[in-house]
């Protein structure tokens, strides 16, 4: 029995240190200064959560419970032949609309062809909290591997993003997983995006906190100074230049939006995601692995198998060395238009041309 215990243990902290050490070294990469933009900004840092509410249909109020759209005209535009690198996609290939929307449904954009052995991976932050069934997914970013090709690219995604969410209508994008769980939202990224994520990992920002902490906190290289309020202190002030954050202080100062814009907060994020990987891999956090387990599997929800990430520790020590392609991707303030709802809801139309071309070029496809 002490001998299952023994490899089981040690299972646990091979896994630990394998997530660790490729999510830190893959998002790390993507973070260095230089590489293709087309959207340019990077985004955050992975939130998963181990408390994932049933994902049962809610009732809704505002709308019949069987109010079902109409197919969308197929326009000019999509009667067109595709662009290069496409296959075609039909609206009835996806769960048809459970309630009415604002706005008429856009069509499935198509499906990217990739280069083979290619890899994306979804990674979710989540605003929930222990025994709460709702929540949020306030990052979302893709995170693609390409281990032959030795590239490695981020595209982020607002969370205001209003899209089509296949079995439900047009609504946020960070709130398609809460309402779905990962089938919903990878059908929402394939209808809208063109690309459907083979695995996904969803991290809850207190889980994060916790696991800062069980690190002895981080030292965060601010690149601008910020003053906000925060709970409990009033106004928070955080000066540029190196300052040292317990878990906390790391969550506040990447969720940090009452003097700022969604789309600056992803520079802190990327901020905070440098300096826990240097955290992660100092010789203290090594040591410290099995301690650490506890933290990962109370704080991180995953369909990876170590097998998975086995495959690609070669890429991520090929970026670790500075070796391979990294380029960073976001849908930025050019790429969307914003718009009112009739609930008063501020959300963000996507501009479907302009984030194909930045889907293209994240995912490595030929014009």
Request: glycine share 10%.
């Amino acid at each position: 029995m002490a001998r299952i215990l023994h490899l089981r243990l040690e299972m646990s902290t091979q896994r630990s240190l394998l997530y660790a050490l490729l999510a830190g070294a893959l998002l790390l990469g993507a973070c260095i200064p230089g590489g293709n933009s087309g959207g340019f900004l990077s985004q955050s840092t992975p939130t998963p959560t181990p408390f994932l509410p049933s994902f049962s249909m809610p009732q809704t109020t505002d709308v019949p419970a069987v109010a079902v759209e109409p197919q969308p005209e197929q326009s000019a535009a999509a009667e067109a032949p595709l662009p290069k690198g496409m296959l075609p996609a039909r609206f009835e290939d996806y769960p048809a609309p459970l309630a009415l929307s604002d706005i008429a449904l856009p069509n499935p954009i198509g499906r990217f062809v990739q280069p083979e052995g290619q890899v994306n991976i979804l990674l979710l932050g989540s605003d929930q909290r222990p025994n709460d069934g709702g929540f949020r997914t306030d990052v979302v970013l893709l995170l693609t591997l390409n281990p032959d090709g030795k590239r490695v690219s981020l595209a982020s995604f607002p969370r205001d993003l209003y899209v089509y969410v296949p079995g439900w209508r047009m609504d946020r994008i960070n709130g398609a997983f809460a309402r779905g769980g990962m089938p919903m939202m990878a059908d929402t990224m394939e209808y809208n995006f063109g690309v459907r994520p083979d695995h996904y990992v969803l991290v809850n920002f207190w889980g994060f906190e916790t696991v800062v902490d069980a690190l002895g906190g981080i030292s965060v290289n601010v690149g601008q100074a910020l003053s906000d309020h925060r709970d409990g202190f009033g106004d928070y002030f955080v000066p540029a230049g190196p300052v040292a954050m317990d878990g906390e202080t790391a969550l506040w100062y990447v969720r940090s939006r009452g003097t700022s814009s969604d789309f600056e907060r992803t520079r802190r994020e990327q901020e905070v995601l440098v300096a826990l990987f240097d955290k992660l891999i100092s010789v203290d956090a090594i040591s410290h692995a099995s301690e650490l387990y506890d933290q990962y599997e109370e704080s991180v929800t995953t369909d990876l198998e170590v097998g998975d990430v086995l495959g690609l520790l070669p890429l991520a020590a090929d970026l670790g060395a500075g070796n391979g392609e990294i380029a960073r991707y976001a849908v930025g303030p050019d790429q969307v238009d914003p718009y009112t709802t009739s609930g008063g809801g501020a959300v963000l139309l996507p501009d479907t041309e302009a984030i194909l071309e930045i889907m293209r070029q994240a995912l490595g496809v030929p014009e």
